[in-house]
């Protein structure tokens, strides 16, 4: 164990339960400040604040994994797994799929570390130091606590980097499928593609955004944009949409989303189209009374809010001139830095050029298995308005 002392004056967030020790907070290291290294951490006068992760090269520093005086190491991870796990499985919101996150990093006291499960399978992030050292361990717990048959690590090389750490892709025990495997969501099915597939293959946090679509869609005009492999799309077809179009940029997403759509018996009419998503608005003529707008995130620093709140403006404009009068819209923000308020306001401003009143009906987010724990409010990162025009 090594120990972390901070500068005077820098404990306050840890005394409010923050995760993470930022790099300039640090005065100093007693000990082997080797990648990952199980840390205690102490402020200037020497009191001990808590225990996490060293990550010797990001700018977070330490990713606390507890605040209390005195925290054993052993045994700590695989105990925050197997409390991650049993509570998914006792919750009454997270019933009727096989396809859930069972552990949301900082959200289950567990920060670099992420892991969903599809099926039989469980595919696994791991974001930090702390975590990318301890692969067999975690590997092990989750397997323990899940019984999956298979394990996938996902490489995620931009974090990786951030810790100066290799990136690794592949099997963590067991033998991935070669194609990809089919998922049951409330009666939804989905082919996910764990290896090659967006995030870790599927949009889990929309979840309960899709029982909403499917409740909405009755006899209307669905638009999925931004499709992917058609969750949204699906879930209309389920819920009686009378036609349905879908849009992406991506040829393999869409391809997935024709095959989705495709195992449903009585689906209504689809169109798939592969573009741009802003030039299809501006070309299509066609009128939407279900639109779905869930684009990939615009603003992953606080200085592409700007930039974004104009791209969703034009985005919304088109939209708005493509939508019957009364139709439900839903709108996505992706980003911890657009939150509900935020994308109040952006669509309000829209609204107000596009000479369209719109009314607030819900206010959406992550599904439940995302967790987020109030000590870490950059935890929530989707929001969502469901709109009627
Ligand atoms: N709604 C999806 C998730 C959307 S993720 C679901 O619930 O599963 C964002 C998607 O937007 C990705 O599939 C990406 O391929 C697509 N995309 C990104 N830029 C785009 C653009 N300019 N036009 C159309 N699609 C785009």
Same mark, same amino acid.
Not at 37 to 61: D, I, M
Not at 330 to 355: D, M, T, W, Y
């Given at each position: 164990?090594?120990?972390?002392?901070?500068?005077?004056?820098?404990?306050?967030?840890?005394?409010?339960?923050?995760?993470?020790?930022?790099?300039?907070?640090?005065?100093?290291?007693?000990?082997? $400040?080797?990648?990952?290294?199980?840390?205690?951490?102490? @402020?200037?006068?020497?009191?001990?604040?808590?225990?996490?992760?060293?990550?010797?090269?990001?700018?977070?520093?330490?990713?606390?994994?507890?605040?209390?005086? #005195?925290?054993?190491?052993?045994?700590?991870?695989?105990?925050?797994?197997?409390?991650?796990?049993?509570?998914?499985?006792?919750?009454?919101?997270?019933?009727?799929?096989?396809?859930?996150?069972?552990?949301?990093?900082?959200?289950?006291?567990?920060?670099?570390?992420?892991? #969903?499960?599809?099926?039989?399978?469980?595919?696994?992030?791991?974001?930090?130091?702390?975590?990318?050292?301890?692969?067999?361990?975690?590997?092990?717990?989750?397997?323990?606590?899940?019984?999956?048959?298979?394990?996938?690590?996902?490489?995620?090389?931009?974090?990786?980097?951030?810790?100066?750490?290799?990136?690794?892709?592949?099997?963590?025990?067991?033998?991935?499928?070669?194609?990809?495997?089919?998922?049951?969501?409330?009666?939804?099915?989905?082919?996910?593609?764990? @290896?090659?597939?967006?995030?870790?293959?599927?949009?889990?946090?929309?979840?309960?955004?899709?029982?909403?679509?499917?409740?909405?869609?009755?006899?209307?005009?669905?638009? #999925?944009?931004?499709?992917?492999?058609?969750?949204?799309?699906?879930?209309?077809?389920?819920?009686?949409?009378?036609? *349905?179009? *879908?849009?992406?940029?991506?040829? $393999?997403?869409?391809?997935?989303?024709?095959?989705?759509?495709?195992?449903?018996?009585?689906?209504?009419?689809?169109?798939?189209?592969?573009?741009?998503?802003?030039?299809?608005?501006?070309?299509?003529?066609?009128?939407?009374?279900?639109?779905?707008?869930?684009?990939?995130?615009?603003?992953?620093?606080?200085?592409?809010?700007?930039?974004?709140?104009?791209?969703?403006?034009?985005?919304?404009?088109?939209? *708005?001139?493509?939508?019957? $009068?009364?139709?439900?819209?839903?709108?996505?923000?992706?980003?911890?830095?657009?939150?509900?308020?935020?994308?109040?306001?952006?669509?309000?401003?829209?609204?107000?050029?596009?000479?369209?009143?719109?009314?607030?009906?819900?206010?959406?987010? @992550?599904?439940?298995?995302?967790?987020?724990?109030?000590?870490?409010?950059?935890?929530?990162?989707?929001?969502?308005?469901?709109?009627?025009?």
């Amino acid at each position: 164990m090594i120990d972390v002392v901070l500068h005077p004056g820098r404990d306050r967030s840890l005394r409010r339960r923050h995760p993470w020790v930022l790099s300039g907070a640090v005065a100093r290291v007693a000990g082997e $400040p080797a990648p990952g290294a199980f840390a205690r951490v102490l @402020a200037a006068e020497g009191e001990v604040l808590g225990f996490g992760h060293y990550s010797p090269q990001s700018t977070l520093r330490v990713r606390m994994l507890a605040f209390e005086k #005195d925290v054993a190491e052993e045994g700590l991870l695989e105990a925050r797994i197997a409390d991650a796990v049993a509570r998914r499985a006792a919750s009454p919101l997270l019933r009727d799929t096989d396809a859930v996150r069972l552990v949301n990093a900082e959200g289950d006291g567990l920060p670099g570390l992420v892991a #969903d499960r599809y099926g039989d399978a469980l595919v696994v992030k791991l974001t930090s130091a702390g975590m990318l050292v301890r692969r067999e361990l975690l590997a092990a717990a989750l397997r323990e606590a899940t019984g999956a048959a298979i394990g996938f690590e996902r490489a995620d090389s931009v974090a990786a980097r951030k810790e100066g750490l290799p990136a690794r892709q592949g099997p963590l025990w067991g033998e991935p499928p070669a194609t990809p495997l089919w998922i049951c969501e409330r009666g939804r099915r989905y082919r996910v593609d764990l @290896a090659e597939g967006q995030k870790t293959g599927f949009y889990l946090d929309q979840r309960d955004a899709r029982d909403l679509v499917e409740r909405l869609a009755p006899g209307r005009r669905a638009l #999925d944009l931004f499709c992917y492999t058609g969750g949204f799309g699906v879930a209309a077809a389920r819920g009686g949409a009378q036609r *349905l179009t *879908l849009v992406d940029s991506s040829g $393999p997403s869409l391809a997935l989303a024709q095959e989705n759509l495709g195992a449903i018996a009585a689906a209504a009419p689809a169109r798939f189209a592969q573009a741009d998503a802003f030039e299809f608005l501006r070309s299509d003529d066609a009128g939407y009374d279900l639109l779905i707008l869930d684009p990939p995130p615009m603003a992953r620093a606080e200085r592409d809010v700007a930039r974004a709140a104009r791209a969703y403006k034009d985005l919304l404009r088109s939209a *708005l001139r493509r939508s019957a $009068p009364r139709a439900y819209l839903l709108v996505f923000a992706f980003s911890h830095h657009i939150g509900p308020e935020k994308l109040r306001q952006i669509v309000f401003g829209a609204s107000l050029e596009a000479g369209r009143p719109l009314r607030v009906l819900a206010t959406l987010g @992550a599904a439940p298995d995302h967790v987020v724990a109030l000590d870490h409010p950059e935890g929530a990162y989707l929001s969502g308005l469901l709109l009627e025009a």
